[in-house]
């Protein structure tokens, strides 16, 4: 088997999680209490055993997950809530007081207490696994617990499995919308942590969530629970290949060797289509064209990002539903020449820029959600330079503060050294000059090939 170790920190790693959960029982026909659906067509080909593993109790499955987060109030929401019974309780784990948006709370005061209880879950996780794949870490990087536990554990994880996966899905802030006024300081500090032990970053961001929420699915007030079930989508799309049959299926490690041309260049964009609202879905036609067109376009795109004015390195489309290799082929053909203004390759990657998997499990969705159920989906995964733009941003934000050294004593007070701001801002203004060298060279080597 091919498992799977969800890790869920803070409130938004937890609640992206709660939805993640909820999908991935109604694509298994699985209960709240973990208990298999009496009516649920059941197959051999599917394999729930990817998030899920078997209770001692006849028919009861466990997913395979773990939530922490340094105060109480979230995980009792869940020890209290529909799936209440279907988590086992040593996988919640919580501790007495906040992380108070403070980097250094979450990773050297108060997140080293629950540093071990955290790892000894994640071993005996492990060794309940016949073929650990590897570990989705869902998580902001906004906030103190996401930010500072995340990176914390990261390191931990990156040591005692390091052969394994490790892919995050991470809440970057936003341009406009902002929960907190020192999020540039712990999003900067935990990225300099990212770089060095994760294998893949996807980068989500709530307002272009926001924004998909309000043009696409026309919801006026679109509150988290909307926005969690849209990345929900995407992280079924992504593992749709180990749990059903394909007709291309793609494993996880094919993502990283397909999207990471440099170990550092490991930040990706995600984008779904299609996102048709229940009241559009009998007036539209979705063809897998059509759907490969819209998953291009910025207003699909899950992170505020321009990827047009940069270059695309690589991209990986997951297509799953009623569809032949042949519609996706020509569909990708399509893309490679009616949008080559627009979808720019790298010269080195012109003619191989794209991997495709296909998958034949229908896309399902949440009863009383959203979105409209469709016959097809397709998720884009793309590594691009204009990325560069969202860590400009931060890079930008985090020096107007950094120059009056604004807030930097509640850092300090917690057992940080305040040249470890410096560290992690030349290391991710380093990583901004890699993607613009980058994209530079990808013009020089174009403009010598058009000169030849």
């Known amino acids: 088997m091919r498992e799977i170790i969800s890790i869920h920190i803070g409130q938004a790693g937890i609640q992206v999680g709660n939805s993640c959960w909820e999908l991935y029982c109604l694509e298994h026909g699985i209960d709240k209490d973990g208990t298999f659906k009496k009516d649920f067509p059941r197959s051999d080909d599917v394999k729930y055993e990817t998030f899920f593993k078997e209770s001692s109790v006849k028919d009861k499955v466990v997913p395979r997950s773990l939530f922490i987060d340094l105060e109480p109030t979230?995980?009792?929401?869940?020890?209290?809530?529909?799936?209440?019974?279907?988590?086992?309780?040593?996988?919640?784990?919580?501790?007495k007081e906040d992380a108070a948006n403070n980097y250094a709370r979450g990773h050297y005061t108060v997140g080293k207490e629950l540093l071990e209880p955290s790892l000894q879950r994640v071993r005996e996780l492990a060794d309940e696994c016949?073929?650990?794949q590897g570990f989705f870490l869902f998580h902001s990087v906004g906030g103190g617990c996401g930010s500072g536990f995340g990176a914390l554990l990261l390191q931990k994880l990156a040591s005692e499995y390091?052969?394994?996966?490790k892919i995050d899905f991470c809440i970057y802030p936003s341009p406009q919308?902002?929960?907190a006024v020192v999020e540039p300081y712990n999003c900067v500090l935990s990225t300099h942590s990212l770089l060095e032990h994760c294998d893949v970053t996807f980068m989500l961001d709530n307002e272009a969530i926001y924004d998909v929420c309000k043009k696409k699915l026309h919801i006026e007030r679109p509150s988290y629970a909307n926005l969690n079930r849209m990345i929900a989508q995407v992280i079924s799309s992504l593992t749709s290949s180990l749990r059903f049959p394909g007709q291309l299926n793609v494993d996880i490690n094919e993502f990283q060797t397909n999207l990471v041309p440099f170990p550092r260049i490991h930040f990706l964009l995600a984008s779904y289509a299609p996102l048709i609202s229940i009241e559009n879905a009998n007036h539209e036609q979705v063809t897998v064209s059509a759907i490969t067109n819209s998953?291009?376009?910025n207003e699909n795109l899950l992170a505020k990002c321009d990827p047009s004015t940069g270059k695309y390195m690589s991209c990986c489309l997951l297509y799953r539903g009623n569809m032949t290799p042949n519609e996706a082929q020509s569909a990708v053909a399509d893309i490679k020449t009616q949008k080559a203004k627009t979808v720019n390759f790298a010269s080195w990657s012109k003619g191989t820029g794209f991997k495709c998997g296909i998958n034949s499990s229908i896309p399902t969705v949440i009863s009383g959600g959203d979105m409209a159920k469709a016959e097809k989906a397709v998720c884009l995964l793309s590594n691009t330079t204009s990325i560069s733009q969202i860590f400009n941003r931060l890079n930008r934000k985090f020096l107007l503060m950094f120059e009056k050294r604004a807030f930097v004593h509640w850092y300090v007070g917690e057992g940080m050294e305040e040249g470890e701001f410096a560290e992690a801002r030349d290391d991710l203004l380093a990583l901004e000059k890699d993607y613009e060298s980058l994209a530079e060279d990808l013009e020089d080597q174009e403009e010598e090939e058009e000169e030849y």
């Open 162 to 165: 390091g052969k394994k996966s």
């Open 295 to 297: 998953v291009f376009s």
């Open 177 to 179: 919308v902002s929960t």
């Open 74 to 95: 979230v995980i009792d929401e869940i020890r209290s809530g529909d799936y209440r019974e279907l988590f086992h309780p040593n996988q919640l784990i919580n501790g």
């Open 130 to 132: 016949d073929g650990l």
